[in-house]
Structures are given as C-alpha cells and as structure tokens.
C-alpha cells in the first residue's frame, strides 16, 4: 500500500507494523503528531497496546524502561527540551540493557525559544549508549523504526531514530507502507533472554560496586561494536524482503570523485542535487552520507575517503569550543591512515535556517580555494 504521509506519521506506522506494545507518550512540538496517530491506532483497535499519557518526557523514558525490562516492546518520540529531560533515563534504558525505539525530531535547543531543525539535541546524547540512526526521507523514517526493533533486540540496546523538523516531520511524502504480515516474518515477536518475572526474578540497574561495573561498560561497548555488522546484516535483509536496502552509510557517484561532501540526514538529499548540477560542469564530486552515526562506521568512512583530494564535511550542529560534531568523528576516524585526505568542516543550516543547493555548490567552491583544512568554517551568517 501507499500513502502520502509526513514523516511524524511514517514514525508512527513504523511503530505500528512493529506491533509495539506499549508507547508513552507526551507532546512537543515538532514531534507531537507521532504519539497523536499512535493514539487514534490504539483506541481504534488497530494496534494492541498499552498507550500511556504520562507527565513528562522522563516519565515517558522511565514508563519505556519498565516496559521493555518486563518484555514488552516499547516506543517514543520527543524532541529537544524533551530529550534533553529524558536525559538521565537514556542512560538508565541503555545500562539495562532496554531495547526500545526512540523517534527523536530534531529541534534547535533554547534559548532562544525556537522549533526549528538543528541537530544537537540528538548529538549531545551520542555518549549515552544509543544508537543513532539519522534519516533522510519519509520512507527511511519508517523502514529505519521496523529495523531498530530486529537489531535493538539481537544487541539489547536502544535506537534513537532521528528526522528533522519541518524538512521531514511535517512535510508529506509517497510512501511505500509494507504489509503487514511481511513485517511480522521480518520483525519476529520480542522474546527477552531476562525480563521482570515473579517466578524468575532478575535485578536491572541494581547496585554495582568497582568489582563489577568496569565489566560492565566493557559489555555495552562489546555490544555497540557488534550492532555495527548487525545493522549490515539487517538492512541488507531488509532490501531482500522489501525492495530497500540500507547500510550505516550510502556513497552517491564516488565511484572516480576526487572531491567529497560527507553529510547526513536532509542536508545530503540537497547536496545530491548539488552533486548532479556540479557533475554537469565538469566537476569530478562525490556524496557520502553518514546514517548511522553510533555505532560509527568507521570501515565506510575510511573505505571512501581514503586517496580524495579533498572532503567537506557538513554539519547542522556545533560543539562549541570545537565545530562540528560529524566533522570531528570523520577526521577521527582518518587519523591514522596512511592516505587520509585534507578534511574542511562546515557549519550551517542552524535553527532551521535553509539549505540550499547553490550553497552547497558556493561551499564546494570555497573549499577548493583554501589551500590547508581549517576546522570551522561558517555558511550562511549574517554578520
């Protein structure tokens, strides 16, 4: 079936081919149609579950957290100040080893007040344990969720899927809804190895001295390393049953590229436009997009920039003091090879300012008369 959705609605019928069985929900804008749908689903019959009004965005987190300790499969979606709220708990779902699906819309965090796009909301909780998944179309945004559930399961670690405002949430695309009993042998039902049982009882989260934490955090790592081929295997199975394939990156005519953008979510759908406009003139550019940013593809990244002449890394955030987020994880990852090429980062697209496809060719351009990298480089202000 088709249908022309937004993509806080392709979140919720992600969640509902799932078959999830409890979501907690609570209000914020942009992200507030995702748990409203969810609501008319299960009041309707269409999907059972347990629907959850809480008070807050921990709340929310911590009703998740329960939920999925007591084998059930869980969901919710926030945005910003509410993620941030959640804060705390993502650490919780993550050392107990919870695997829910979180929807995050990405909001510019306040102050100002603003309900524009801007990734840092979602990047400052890349050190919790999360897995981060960051779409670039409606359709993703569904596939993305039925895929979160089949590797959070095998590695017993939550998944943040992560949309921008506006560009995505509220704005309506065709999308390819599969059926449901496709989804079902995909996506077989939640089965915990441990769960809360009064007839097996298990402690999550309990205390923990020195002689057993280290351990620990050493298995949660194990686990992020190994979701890494899990979220390979998975999406390519998915293309097998669904038509689509997904990886933790996607190349666009880097094939002979001797320049590169490197960027993620909707900012690379415009920067493959500019990739054609600049193929047209005789420009030999390439895309990479970044995916999944935890756990980070190290592999692909290094696979495709290796020997460029030059790569320009995009980035809708800032971490002050330093730049941008992805630009930092992909000059990381070059570090030690052999043949890493000159890497410029890119800041822009703040607070939900446009991106257009003549800035990203300007940015091509500027970065091609600069002759040494420099780590901050701002597009678009107005100063």
């Known amino acids: 079936m088709r249908k022309v959705l937004m993509g806080n609605h392709a979140l919720s019928y992600g969640a509902t081919l799932s078959r999830v069985q409890v ?63 959640m804060h705390e708990m993502l650490h919780w779902a993550v050392g107990a080893r919870t695997p829910i699906v979180l929807g995050n819309i990405n909001r510019a965090m306040a102050p100002p007040w603003t309900i524009w796009t801007e990734q840092n909301d979602s990047l400052s909780q890349r050190d919790t344990g999360w897995m981060q998944v960051y779409c670039q179309n409606n359709q993703e945004v569904l596939d993305s969720v039925i895929q979160a559930y089949k590797v959070s399961e095998r590695v017993l670690l939550p998944t943040m899927i992560v949309l921008d405002a506006f560009v995505l949430s509220h704005t309506y695309e065709v999308v390819d809804i599969p059926e449901q009993e496709k989804v079902d042998e995909y996506l077989p039902p939640y089965n915990p190895p441990y769960k809360l049982d009064p007839d097996e009882p298990h402690a999550f989260g309990g205390l923990t001295g020195p002689d057993g934490y280290f351990e620990l955090r050493y298995i949660i790592e194990k686990a992020m390393e190994e979701s890494r081929e899990v979220w390979r295997e998975t999406g390519k199975e998915f293309g097998e049953v669904f038509g689509r394939e997904y990886g933790l990156t996607e190349e666009y005519k880097t094939g002979d590229a001797e320049f590169l953008i490197v960027a993620s979510a909707t900012i690379a759908s415009t920067a493959r436009v500019a990739v054609d406009v600049m193929r047209e003139k005789g420009k030999k550019v390439g895309l990479l997009r970044i995916r999944v940013i935890r756990p980070f593809p190290f592999d692909e990244v290094r696979e495709c920039l290796k020997g460029r002449k030059k790569v320009l890394v995009i980035d809708r955030n800032v971490s002050f003091g330093f730049g941008g987020i992805f630009y930092q ?55």
């Open 23 to 85: 979501i907690a929900a609570y209000p914020i804008t942009p992200q507030t149609q995702v748990v409203e749908l969810l609501s008319e689903i299960v009041a309707d019959g269409k999907l059972k579950a347990k629907f959850i009004r809480v008070e807050s965005e921990h709340s929310a987190m911590a009703a998740c957290i329960g939920a999925s300790a007591a084998g059930a499969r869980a969901f919710t979606a926030t945005s910003a100040q509410g993620l941030a709220l």
């Open 329 to 383: 994880e992909v000059k990381s990852a070059m570090y030690n090879e052999e043949h890493r090429p000159p890497i410029f980062g890119i800041i822009t697209g703040l607070g939900g300012r446009d991106v257009r496809v003549e800035d990203i060719m300007e940015m091509v351009e500027d970065v091609e008369r600069r002759e040494k990298p420099e780590d901050i480089i701002w597009k678009g202000v107005r100063v």
